[in-house]
């Protein structure tokens, strides 16, 4: 080692030879002791119990067409996301999955004005962009371009929002600590299935928390029951192919159900005297018979005979308050791609936008949302009283409305189907 200067520590000088040496043996150290403390990490047991569960899956792995290269290489290294929603983990509470907008949000914050307009003019251009594909899809599979065109711009923003997990480690983490791990386990196989088949590189498979991936976000076992190769390259491509992605949520949506030439919904104004508790997917009844008991479709708007004919349920997503709907068996349809009533109105809305600038006719209200906890303890107690049997969740659905209405009813009170300060006081005094 050439002469080097003396080096200055605490105030005096010491040789640099010496003092390399000295910080060498102690980063020794340190490491060792990290080392020691990090083995009697219970992270550590946990994520051995991990990669002993993923190790297990291989014979279903095999059964499902995955290949042994494939298994070991997409679960080399492979370690779970505790930080996920919807996980059960041991000595910790119950984990939710609080940051899911379409339950935690009033209407006028999830169904944005702004949002709206800006993704309906996007998707006009859009339309005239994949003008032959779009016509194509809807000529095979009878549903509106702006409906796909709408499921496309809510789930990734028209492909400009990047997904932020990677899928194999999610449907991992959730097959092994989540709440429905039987269904994950097989999401987690068939994304390794996915991989192994070339249709996507593992940098691009990126998913939503839950594990829904590209363009339109499926599951990887939706990707299987849905999934088209209509841009005919030999691959399904919902992760790169604007053709595929569309046309694979076109036929999600005729696999369940989807009726052509239907509406999804109606928007009217409801009468004074409408009880708001009508409003669940059981109280079904012909359009016309509706509009006979005072319900108005908003602007004047005409329905003819086999639209009046046509059986649909009442919505009121702010209880009284709020645009009401007269919705049809599509409105359900778009229901299952999310279960969520604000996500259809999104998707409703953003489609109808794109054919036609104008607004809900009546404005939301400035209604403001209860704290879960608030709406599950609403529940505990409609449920105890047999008014509600339904999930326990605190989002305030259909049910929840209805049976805070009948429950305003029973107590007195007015009757708004809305979850309030009012109806919480009601119910923490009657206990």
């Known amino acids: 080692m050439p002469n080097t200067p ?54 279903e792995a095999q059964a499902a067409g995955v290949s ?52 309906a003019a996007e998707g006009q251009k859009l339309m005239q962009k994949h003008r032959t594909a779009l016509s194509q899809i809807e000529s095979r599979f009878g549903v509106p371009a702006t409906v796909v065109l709408a499921i496309w711009g809510r789930e990734t923003d028209y492909g400009r929002y990047r997904l932020p997990y990677d899928t194999v480690r999610v449907v991992a983490t959730q097959a092994y600590v989540g709440r429905r791990k039987d269904q994950y386990r097989a999401e987690f196989i068939l994304a390794l299935k996915i991989l192994g088949e070339g249709a996507v590189t593992r940098k691009d498979m990126r998913s939503s928390w839950a594990g829904a991936t590209g363009l339109t976000q499926f599951l990887p076992g939706e990707y299987y029951k849905h999934g088209v190769d209509f841009d005919g390259d030999g691959r399904i491509d919902i992760w790169n192919s604007v053709p595929d992605a569309l046309a694979s949520a076109a036929q999600q949506l005729v696999n369940k159900g989807w009726q052509p030439g239907l509406r999804w919904a109606y928007e009217v104004r409801a009468p004074d005297n409408a009880d708001c508790t009508m409003g669940v997917p059981e109280v079904t009844k012909p359009i016309g018979e509706w509009l006979r008991a005072g319900f108005v479709p908003v602007r004047g708007q005409k329905l003819n005979a086999a639209e009046q004919a046509q059986p649909a349920s009442l919505l009121q997503p702010e209880g009284i308050y709020g645009p009401a709907f007269l919705t049809t068996k599509n409105y359900f349809v778009i229901k299952e791609y999310n279960f969520s009533d604000l996500y259809v109105l999104f998707v409703g809305h953003l489609a109808d936008r794109m054919a036609n600038p104008l607004p809900f006719a009546t404005p939301w209200s400035a209604s403001t949302q209860l704290r879960s906890k608030d709406v599950e303890a609403m529940q505990r107690h409609l449920t105890r009283i047999g ?45």
């Open 68 to 119: 042994r290269a494939t298994f070991d290489a997409e679960t080399r290294g492979l370690e779970p996301d505790y930080k996920l929603p919807d996980l059960i983990l041991p000595g910790r509470p119950a984990t939710g999955a609080p940051s899911q907008a379409e339950f935690v949000q009033v209407p006028a914050d999830y169904v944005k004005e702004a949002s709206i307009a800006r993704l």
């Open 6 to 59: 003396p080096l200055r520590i605490d105030g005096r000088y010491v040789d640099r030879r010496d003092s390399v040496l000295r910080q060498s043996a102690i980063a020794a150290v340190l490491i060792l002791a990290a080392t020691t403390l990090g083995a009697t990490r219970p992270a550590h047991a946990a994520d051995a119990g991990f990669t002993q569960f993923i190790a297990s899956l291989w014979p």
């Open 387 to 431: 008014l509600y049997k339904d999930k326990l969740d605190g989002k305030a659905g259909m049910q929840t409305r209805a049976a805070l209405g009948a429950y305003q009813k029973s107590a007195g009170l007015k009757v708004d189907c809305w979850p309030s300060e009012a109806v919480l006081r009601s119910i923490s005094s009657s206990r």
